[in-house]
């Protein structure tokens, strides 16, 4: 099993920065597949990004248009989320999750009701 904890969230003005963390703990963490969803006020949660385990490839949501950047560091047990260039629309709780046996790529479409673990969620708040 793994448990996460998301932090780095906060209150930033449209065209600002942050930076999400995710950490996890627990055994195998370099076994599971990592990303990060989202979940704005009456809106279903949906996918933001995935990374492979050893994290060298990356999938992401159209809508990041290449202004989040996600990684991770297997040897701390973390995930990360840069997020640049916020936009308003961004606002949101963002939520890291794993799965293991479960393709990056795959992660994408994957129910989201059927991903093994889930962190409590850090909120983002952009100002316009």
């Known amino acids: 099993q793994v448990q996460l904890v998301e932090s780095g969230g906060g209150l930033v003005q449209a065209g600002g920065s942050l930076r999400l963390s995710c950490a996890a703990s627990?055994?195998?963490?370099?076994?599971?597949?990592m990303g990060w969803f989202r979940q704005a006020p009456q809106k279903d949660r949906e996918f933001v990004a995935s990374?492979?385990?050893?994290?060298?490839?990356?999938y992401y949501a159209d809508f990041v248009e290449g202004r989040f950047t996600i990684s991770r560091d297997n040897a701390k047990k973390t995930v990360y989320l840069q997020m640049d260039s916020l936009k308003a629309d961004d606002t949101a709780i963002y939520y890291c999750?794993?799965?293991?046996?479960?393709?990056?790529?795959?992660?994408?479409?994957?129910?989201?009701?059927?991903?093994?673990?889930w962190g409590q969620g850090t909120q983002v708040t952009v100002s316009s």
């Open positions: 999750a794993a799965h293991a046996g479960l393709s990056a790529q795959s992660m994408r479409t994957f129910p989201i009701s059927r991903l093994e673990y």
């Open positions: 627990g055994d195998s963490f370099s076994s599971y597949t």
């Open positions: 990374l492979t385990r050893g994290g060298a490839t990356t």
